[in-house]
């Protein structure tokens, strides 16, 4: 391969990693007062998405084949649960809110009001399991790009889907005075039992004004 040949691989350029969607199912989003605010404010400040990774079991077996020589053989297929997103936060504090309340509906009684029931229980796995959405955006370059897509609009180049997701924990919160000018974030963990990728073709009309998070 010559030097032009291999320069012309990189025609596309690189994926940007600060181009991203996270998106929340109607399960999650009812829980807010204002579930359209809650949508669009994550698109543009989920600080970080941490993706899971996957991996397969192996097993080594001696002379499978050839006496004296072992073979790796795969046995399970495991996903790299917990998916952590971490959020910068409104004054109204309207992502932490929603987000407790989905932790809180997973544990009845788990705001632990004074003066009210304070016993603990787990609820139904099927009323709190959902699924959460990661598309992977980048920037239109051709020309029929921006003519299918309008000039301010993204492609969309893969979706993750994390599938039966609970929400496992919200991490500790600091509050300082010298982080005076600092913008207040907090991380969710959350649990899925698999995830699925795929390589989406931008067929989506509502990503022509999707300029979205880690911006």
Avoid at 25 to 38: A, I, K
Avoid at 59 to 85: H, M, Y
């Amino acid at each position: 391969m010559s030097y032009a040949e291999a320069i012309s691989l990189l025609n596309r350029g690189r994926a940007n990693p600060s181009d991203y969607q996270v998106i929340f199912p109607t399960l999650v989003t009812s829980l807010s007062p204002e579930p359209e605010e809650f949508n669009n404010y994550i698109s543009y400040f989920t600080r970080a998405a941490t993706l899971p990774g996957t991996s397969n079991s192996i097993l080594a077996l001696s002379g499978q084949e050839n006496i004296g020589i072992s073979r790796n053989v795969v046995t399970a297929k495991s996903f790299g649960s917990p998916a952590v997103f971490t959020f910068s936060d409104r004054s109204d504090l309207i992502i932490y809110n929603t987000l407790s309340a989905w932790m809180n509906l997973q544990v009845l009684n788990s705001g632990q009001d004074l003066g009210s029931n304070r016993n603990l229980r787990v609820n139904f796995y099927d009323s709190v399991k959902c699924d959460i959405i990661v598309h992977k955006l980048e920037q239109e370059r051709t020309t029929r790009e921006r003519r299918n897509n309008g000039n301010r609009g993204h492609l969309i180049t893969g979706t993750w889907r994390l599938i039966n997701c609970i929400p496992v924990g919200i991490e500790q919160t600091t509050l300082a005075v010298e982080s005076a000018d600092s913008l207040l974030d907090f991380t969710i963990s959350v649990g899925f039992e698999s995830f699925s990728y795929t390589k989406a073709e931008n067929t989506d009309p509502s990503v022509k004004s999707v300029i979205l998070g880690g911006r």
